[in-house]
């Protein structure tokens, strides 16, 4: 449901202006490549994702989720030529600590070693599709950024939920669409913003949800299993991004 909710906005924000800008330097070469780049990267992040949600709690998904943060600091500054500050890098630090601390030094919940390399590909993945779409809306509009990265996804989930899709939809036909609007917006605005900031800088804000991942996991899906060593390694990953975004 993703795509058709990015494509009602990439009607309704601005796609006029992309497409004249794009008309009138033609579509390069290199255009088309980190467009495929980015959709490449999109899908690999859901096959990975959807994996580790078979294996893992959705807390410990989520604290290894944000070594993405990782990536994205270390294309920024390698590929992007981005300056990164010395309590940027401790931060950094942080997230790779606190990611480590709840997935594999667990005492009483020992997660899956796959599940865990799935969640780390996921990351990695999400960190390019990030870095790729950086590059995008600095030449192309958000919404029509939003609509291909989000392209790729809705194929894949169609051709990996093939056979279960029309059951799917009928039962889960409102929280699907409400999580379709909240990522289509989301990301939108995500997008905006690193129009004007730096992807090391962009990300980690983005980040600052770990907060409502903690809740969700311990009040609503009562994932309370070594429930201090979460909050410790929580804590941790908030304080590293605190520290990447200079508060």
């Known amino acids: 449901m993703t795509?058709?909710?990015?494509?009602?906005?990439?009607?309704n924000g601005g796609v006029t202006e992309a497409t004249i800008s794009m008309?009138?330097?033609?579509?390069?070469?290199?255009?088309?490549?980190?467009?495929?780049?980015?959709?490449?990267?999109?899908i690999a992040f859901?096959?990975?994702n959807f994996r580790a949600a078979s294996r893992l709690e959705f807390l410990v998904i989520s604290v290894v989720g944000k070594t993405k943060l990782v990536w994205a600091v270390f294309l920024g500054i390698i590929i992007l030529r981005e300056e990164v500050a010395l309590s940027q890098v401790i931060g950094v630090v942080l997230i790779g600590l606190a990611a480590t601390n709840v997935s594999l030094f667990g005492r009483l919940v020992k997660p899956d070693?796959?599940?865990?390399?799935y969640a780390s590909a996921a990351a990695a993945a999400l960190a390019l599709a990030l870095f790729f779409d950086k590059i995008l809306v600095?030449?192309?509009?958000?919404a029509v950024v939003i609509f291909l990265g989000f392209l790729g996804t809705f194929l894949f989930s169609l051709v990996i939920n093939r056979e279960s899709f029309g059951l799917f939809a009928r039962k889960m036909v409102?929280?699907?669409?409400?999580a379709a609007i909240c990522g289509v917006l989301g990301y939108y605005l995500l997008l905006l913003?690193?129009?004007?900031?730096?992807?090391?800088?962009?990300?980690p804000l983005y980040q600052c949800s770990f907060v409502l991942d903690m809740i969700i996991a311990v009040v609503i899906l009562g994932e309370r299993n070594d429930l201090m060593r979460k909050a410790i390694s929580g804590v941790g990953a908030l304080c590293g991004v605190l520290l990447v975004v200079g508060i």
């Open 174 to 178: 409102l929280v699907a669409s409400l």
């Open 46 to 48: 859901s096959l990975f």
């Open 193 to 203: 913003s690193m129009k004007s900031l730096p992807l090391s800088v962009a990300v």
């Open 113 to 117: 070693p796959v599940g865990i390399l």
């Open 23 to 42: 008309e009138s330097r033609g579509l390069e070469n290199s255009t088309l490549i980190l467009v495929l780049c980015s959709i490449s990267a999109w």
């Open 138 to 142: 600095e030449s192309m509009d958000p």
């Open 3 to 11: 795509a058709p909710m990015a494509l009602a906005i990439m009607l």
